[in-house]
């Protein structure tokens, strides 16, 4: 059985639907602290879950026969950035219960996400490669560099076999995102559609590593579906797909919708953004377990407004 932590965020519901379209509805156990939502709802298996709690999650894993974790809740860097000290608390703590109790129940996989947000400013900025400087300046990214270290320390010293993927920017239209810097990427569709503007809080040149839902969701899964030997990266795998600005985006929704405009805000987080790489290498994906995009920037904004044409109306 698999179990689904943080199945309510943006990532967790579109991942939970995946899931159980492959493993069957009653194989996927989602959680989260929130109560279920309404995708979700009628899908499968849903608990309420802390994951702070480690006793409540060891008995919930023993009680459901759980033999794979994914870990998706956790503080993004944006809201991070407004508590620190809770988002490191939050961040570390969950992943630390997940690590211990797979090692003691011989889980036989768990899935963590880390970011692109583990490169500071002094990474080079143009294909950021696999290895390289990484020195985090927003506690968002400590949290995942930290995260990524433990994962590989719970691979190396006791076999628990921890996936990991640094993704960009995540652009999707069916759940909400949870305090990202790259949220703009999502609210301007929105806007577009209801307002036909947008004030983004980046500056129009801002440029960042970018991934349409399907894409990631379709790396995760195939990530995790890899043969355990192909995996080499045990802290986690540069994933790259495409790199906008606000400005290449805003002309891209233009095309659909003439009369859109766009103005520019910038706030705290510019000085996150700025931090980050533009773009991203991701050869040993390519080369380790075959990854490849689908997604660019005309095909996404083509299938985000087609989507959210249906639902907004
Ligand atoms: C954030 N969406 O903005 C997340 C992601 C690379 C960005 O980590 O914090």
Redo the contacts with the bound molecule.
Sequence with gaps: KILVIGACG?IGVELTLALRKMYGDANVIASDLREEHELLKGSGPYVSLDVMNKEMLHVLVIRHNITQIYLLAAI???T?EKNPLLAWHINMASLLNVLDIAKEEGIDKVYWPS???VFGPDSPKDSTPQHTIIEPTTI?GIS?FAGERWCEYYHHRYGVDVRSLR????ISYKSA?G?????YAIEIFHEALEEKKYTCFLSEGTY??MMYMPDAIRATIELMEADKEKIKVRSSYNLGAMSFSPKEIAAEIKKHIPEFTIDYAPDYRQA?ADG?PQSIDDEKARNDWGWKPEYCLEKMTTDMLKNLKETVQ
Excluded: N
Aim: proline share 12%; glycine share 16%.
């Design positions: 943006q993004l860097s944006a991070g970011s692109i947000a968002y995942k993704y960009p920017g995540l995102p305090g990202g810097t790259t949220d960042l590593p996150i980050w």
